[in-house]
């Protein structure tokens, strides 16, 4: 079946210092790609997506770029903040389709002071 | 507005029990959505609705049913608990299928 992957399972930055999560997909279909962040205890919250006819998206310290060749995704936070410790979540879907959403299985982002 | 609400937030079963999980949404969303979490895993979907009155199968739909009578609440039925349905269940909605998903708190179900 169709899966997304997500990598690393759990990183560790020094305040300050850059983040990358990276996910791969399979399905060709996909054409959507939020990611979510989710706190301990608490619900998941989108922080930023991106559509398939866009290549890079960034929002303040936060980036996502988009390899539709490659079918790969990537979220990049930049001066980490002890407040970007979560859990952060990628996903694949499709515009056409509710059930074609898949998640990856998630980053836990530790930032150290 | 109290966006996406669930009841209950806890729940301890005993395996063959049933019981029914509520989600409610003000945000006259069309589409919603029950997954569940489990640790390592992500989230599954598990059933998902696109309006009043229909549901679909999702990833993972054996052993939930859901229904879908009013458009702001989208139920979720176990009708005869597993251990392994031991989980975090959480209930989302959106206006449309590729766009952002709203989270309800969660619901913690153990089955024993």
């Known amino acids: 079946g169709e899966n997304v992957e997500q990598h690393p399972s759990t990183l560790s930055v020094q305040e300050g210092d850059s983040a990358v999560i990276k996910c791969t997909y399979s399905?060709?279909?996909?054409?959507?790609f939020p990611w979510y962040k989710q706190e301990l205890g608490k619900r998941p919250q989108l922080i930023i997506d991106?559509?398939?006819?866009?290549g890079e998206k960034k929002d303040q310290r936060i980036a996502v770029t988009l390899n539709k060749t490659a079918k790969h995704f990537s979220l990049h936070i930049t001066e980490t903040q002890p407040e970007d410790s979560a859990v952060y979540f990628c996903?694949?879907?499709?515009?056409?389709?509710?059930?074609?959403?898949?998640f990856g299985s998630g980053t836990r982002l530790s930032i150290r002071p | 507005n109290a966006g996406v609400t669930q009841t209950p937030k806890f729940r301890v079963l005993k395996t063959g029990q049933s019981m029914t999980l509520l989600c409610a949404q003000d945000?006259?969303?069309?589409?919603m959505y029950w997954y569940r979490q489990d640790p390592g895993m992500g989230l599954r979907l598990i059933h998902y609705?696109?309006?009043?009155?229909?549901?679909a199968k999702g990833e993972v739909p054996d052993g939930y049913n859901v229904s879908r009578l009013k458009k702001q609440n989208f139920l979720l039925g176990l009708e005869s608990a597993a251990p392994s349905q031991t989980s975090v269940y959480f209930c989302?909605?959106?206006?449309?299928?590729?766009?952002?998903?709203?989270f309800g708190p969660g619901t913690r179900l153990t089955v024993t």
């Open positions: 945000m006259n969303h069309e589409y």
């Open positions: 399905d060709s279909a996909s054409n959507y």
């Open positions: 989302a909605s959106s206006y449309e299928a590729g766009s952002e998903q709203y």
């Open positions: 991106i559509r398939s006819n866009v």
């Open positions: 609705s696109v309006g009043e009155g229909t549901t």
């Open positions: 996903a694949a879907s499709s515009y056409s389709s509710a059930s074609k959403i898949i």
